[in-house]
């Protein structure tokens, strides 16, 4: 892994990113890089040798379908209509090929943190291991400024997962990347912690009505506020209780953010463990938000341990245009406005009974978001057998809250 300041810095990102292209376009082995979500291990979405080896990366069953990421929506345009090269003077006389249901999710939310769900498109443009057989594929304009230069450096859409090995945490650093795929790929694009660190919301709008397929960096509340949208259901499950209905978004089914530790989740409100009662000399993870006490009230320092708050963006508008061609100077000027966000550390303490590594995200929603998967990751790597986590409440809908949760309980195993 580079050191991605000195690369910014030294203005040697576009090197970098161009090498990363390179690699894309020219070899069958998938390239890490940073999205503003989490990081995605990418492809060419159009060449089956090069996408099926995402699959080999990750250890992913091959019935799960990968999202397909675009710079622009000429691209995507393109893709739908079956094309391989387009012109923009061309498709402006066509009939769009974008679903009208989705332009104002397209409008307001990218480039940024939403996969919207469309008709696949032929094989000749799409390798078909890219939708595991489904008539349908995911799309997404990442509004992460190195996601979206590195596409347009490419010239084609990548078909990307997370960059995780199957099961595990999704990655939200480059050093996550490296410890779950080290030796299966060659490069990683260091971009530093991820702005968002949940995945995208995943929508139906092809169904009635439109249907969240999992809960991510765009809310319930945002995408309600959108014509078309307003009687949006929620398409997933993820409380224990009741209902044989079948995961409409094939990657819920499985075993997912899994550490190797056990996590206890506590659901908002539901208290606090008692941990020096219950766990006689045991290495125990504390993940807390908004309640409870550092190291749940043995006599300890608060820690520094947070999220900042920032964004990166300064390219919203070319959602309805294209990004620009990518140069070493322009690249260097946008990068000059990536926030450098911080992932979360583990104090360590002792008690008469027990080993503690603690774990302070802050009671703000998005620093919970931002530092989740880091944090179970941060305590695999302390070695805690158990780790007990703080949620928070996801009723409102009016934050990413049900993306937290919902990942929470799957690491909990409370399975759909
Ligand atoms: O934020 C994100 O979405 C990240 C970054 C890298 O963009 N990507 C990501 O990809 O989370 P992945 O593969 O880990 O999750 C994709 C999800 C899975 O739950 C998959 O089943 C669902 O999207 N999905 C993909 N294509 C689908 C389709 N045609 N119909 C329904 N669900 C689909
Ligand atoms: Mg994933």
């Not at 990347?177 to 260091?190: A, S």
């Amino acid at each position: 892994i580079d050191d991605w300041s000195i690369h910014y810095a030294e203005g040697k990102a576009y090197e970098s990113l161009k090498r990363a292209a390179d690699e894309v376009v020219n070899t069958d082995t998938p390239v890490a890089f940073p999205t503003e979500t989490v990081y995605g291990l990418g492809a060419d979405a159009t060449r089956s040798s090069a996408v099926k080896a995402i699959f080999a990366a990750k250890g992913r069953p091959a019935d799960n379908p990968l999202i397909v990421h675009v710079h622009s929506l000429p691209q995507l345009r393109a893709l739908l209509s079956g094309k391989q090269e387009t012109s923009e003077e061309t498709l402006r006389v066509e009939k769009d090929p974008i679903p009208e249901i989705y332009k104002p999710l397209i409008e307001r939310f990218w480039p940024g943190p939403i996969t919207i769900i469309l008709p696949a498109p032929g094989r000749s443009t799409l390798a078909p291991e890219v939708t595991a057989g489904l008539p349908t594929f995911g799309a997404r304009m990442p509004r992460s400024i190195l996601a979206l230069a590195l596409l347009r450096l490419c010239g084609r859409p990548l078909a990307a997962p997370s960059a995780n090995a199957s099961t595990r945490p999704s990655p939200t650093a480059a050093e996550h990347v490296y410890d779950d795929l080290q030796g299966r790929i060659h490069t990683i694009v260091d971009g530093g912690p991820c702005e968002v660190g949940v995945e995208s919301t995943v929508v139906d709008g092809l169904s009635s009505p439109p249907t969240i397929l999992r809960p991510g960096g765009v809310t319930v509340e945002q995408l309600r506020q959108c014509p078309g949208w307003e009687n949006v259901v929620i398409g997933y499950k993820d409380q224990q209780e009741g209902g044989a209905s079948k995961p409409r978004a094939p990657g819920m089914k499985y075993r997912h953010y899994s550490p190797k530790a056990e996590v206890i989740l506590f659901e908002a409100g539901a208290g606090r463990p008692g941990i020096e009662e219950t766990d006689t000399k045991k290495t125990i993870g504390i993940i807390r938000t908004k309640n409870w006490e550092p190291a749940l009230g043995l006599n300890i320092e608060r820690n520094k341990a947070a999220g900042r708050n920032g964004h990166a963006n300064g390219i919203s508008q070319y959602a309805n245009t294209s990004t620009p061609a990518i140069t070493p100077s322009r690249l260097s000027n946008l990068l000059r406005s990536v926030a450098q966000h911080q992932i979360p550390h583990a104090e360590h303490y002792t008690s008469s009974c027990s080993d503690i590594w603690d774990i302070g995200l802050g009671a703000e929603t998005e620093g919970v978001a931002r530092g989740l998967f880091s944090a179970l990751r941060e305590l695999d790597k302390k070695g805690v057998e158990t780790i007990y986590v703080e949620g928070i409440s996801d009723k409102a809908g009016d934050d990413i809250a049900a993306a937290v949760m919902n990942r929470l309980r799957k690491a909990a195993e409370i399975r759909t």
